[in-house]
């Protein structure tokens, strides 16, 4: 199988003793691809290292709502640098979280809306974060309008799921699908178009089920599209090669 991992923070500070190993571990498991989105502005010279050190790895810059603390609005100009001159794949990790109960909600969307406007004018997709967000985040895209990209981590309703798939949205799916209890989740994944659907581990977070409460790593990909495809009835390999077609087309990859 060949496959695209389309969310994993491989610059995070939890690889920096093994990162050419778990690069290492990522290519025998078959993944040809990944995307590396950013969480705050110190952190995208790192990232920008990290990928350009590696081939198969594109970054995306953002600006994530868990680290709104760090943000300030001049970083949405920053961030306007950083595309016309890194040219990117994508704008992200950012979004909304209602989850942390002290992230200011009307500062979240200040500068959510800020980068869905950017990635409306570069013509670039967005990784987007929705924890407990879901309908805000489809609200923000309506309002926005003319944006395109990937909820990672979908936790939402299949109603919600039908309109960000209308909204030129795809679903990312990793590490929760594969915890039996997540019944909704593998519901989703067991009947939702294909087209729609991209793989993802999160790593260093959000191990699946087999790894509960380790590091989670690139090359736990596979085990996702078996988990997928045991809910379908469907091959992993076809999965595979789906999910990194899709992947293909959102970003503009090669291959």
Not at 162 to 173: A, C, D, N
Not at 179 to 198: K, S
């Amino acid at each position: 199988m060949q496959l695209i991992d389309s969310h994993c923070h491989l610059d995070a500070d939890e690889f920096d003793p093994d990162r050419a190993a778990v690069l290492q571990r990522a290519t025998a498991a078959g993944i040809v691809a990944q995307l590396v989105p950013a969480t705050a502005v110190a952190g995208w010279p790192k990232l920008r290292e990290v990928c350009q050190a590696q081939p198969g790895l594109y970054p995306a810059y953002g600006l994530h709502p868990v680290f709104l603390a760090e943000h300030r609005p001049e970083h949405l100009e920053q961030l306007q640098e950083w595309i016309e001159r890194e040219r990117p794949l994508a704008i992200g990790e950012c979004g909304l979280d209602y989850f942390i109960e002290d992230l200011d909600p009307a500062a979240q969307a200040r500068y959510f809306d800020g980068q869905l406007a950017l990635a409306r004018r570069y013509g670039l997709p967005l990784i987007v974060h929705a924890r407990r967000a879901v309908e805000a985040v489809i609200q923000a895209i309506r309002r926005i309008g003319e944006v395109r990209g990937v909820v990672h981590s979908f936790a939402g309703s299949p109603e919600q799921a039908r309109q960000l798939w209308e909204h030129g949205f795809m679903i990312g799916l990793g590490g929760p699908v594969s915890y039996e209890r997540a019944r909704r989740l593998r519901h989703l994944a067991a009947t939702m178009p294909l087209q729609h659907l991209l793989l993802e581990t999160d790593a260093p977070d959000q191990p699946d089920a087999g790894i509960r409460g380790q590091r989670n790593e690139p090359a736990r990909l596979p085990h996702i599209a078996e988990v997928i495809a045991g809910l379908r009835g469907a091959e992993a390999a076809d999965i595979a090669a789906q999910t990194a077609a899709n992947a293909r087309r959102l970003f503009g990859l090669p291959g």
